[in-house]
């Protein structure tokens, strides 16, 4: 059993990536370390999850159908101004690396 498990239960996490391989893997690792993790399969599904939920961290993917993770960031941020948002990629570049910070990306 993990000892750190107790401390982090209550830390929620929403986990937004459109590659489920990806999700569940980012998602199992993060439960194992003892955080509640949800799940969104995209920018659309998440909004609403962050609406309806609480969370203390957004981890999101950049690029997905329907919505991204930068049109992501100011939607959580409309609804929930304080929660950290992390973007990943695996496409990433400067340039979209600053645009992300400039939406409100976790620093």
Known sequence: MNPR??????????????DLEMRSLLA?????????????G?????VTK???QRFDLVIT???????????LLPAVKKVSPDIPVIVISSFGDWQTSAEAKERGSFR
Do not use: C, T
Request: proline share 2%.
């Open 5 to 18: 498990v107790g401390k982090k239960a209550h830390f929620r996490i929403l986990v937004v990536e459109d």
């Open 28 to 40: 199992d690792e993060l439960s194992e370390d003892g955080y509640d993790v949800v799940q969104a």
């Open 42 to 46: 995209d920018g659309v599904e998440a």
């Open 50 to 52: 962050v609406a309806n």
């Open 61 to 71: 993917d950049m690029r997905m159908p329907k919505m991204g993770g930068l049109e």
